[in-house]
């Protein structure tokens, strides 16, 4: 019994999220201290800087804040102007893109390194990364395309 307490013990806690912001919702407060990673749940963007704030175990330093992106909120466009998602909200500035805020997360927090320290290894990893957006935005674009074609055989 004291086996299965100890291995219970070394997983980490299952997060509970935070339920997504629709339009009708109030904005948080800015810049008090507070770390926030504006986010969707279901955008691939910003899953990457999801997965990296887990990662590095940031879950109590960063705040999720989900938007619904098919409902946002007016207010997030204050705080981000691309209105784009994610962003980060730290140290009394926003950051965006999430390729810039997984190397923004890996250099000023702590926990395990995103990137290799080998130089030749991060411009292969970079380069992965850079991959990643391309398969994206052809999946991306596949799926709307293939609503397109649904829709005009509909119309028949």
Known sequence: MEMAAAVAASRPAIEALP????????QPPLYDGETRLFMSYICPYAQRAWI?????????????????MNDRPAWYKGVYPKNTLPSLEH?????????DLI????????????TPDDS?????????????????QAVRSALI?????TA???KN
């Open 120 to 136: 030749e290894k991060q411009r292969l990893a970079e380069e992965l990364l850079a991959y990643s957006d391309i398969f994206n």
């Open 145 to 149: 395309s293939k609503d397109a074609v």
């Open 52 to 68: 990296a704030r887990n990662y590095k175990g940031l879950q109590e330093k960063i705040k999720l804040v989900p938007i619904d």
């Open 19 to 26: 339920p997504t912001m629709p339009s009708a919702s109030e």
């Open 152 to 154: 005009e055989a509909g």
């Open 91 to 99: 140290n009394k500035k926003i950051i965006g893109e999430s390729l």
């Open 103 to 114: 190397k923004y997360i890996d250099i000023n927090f702590a926990g395990p390194k995103l």
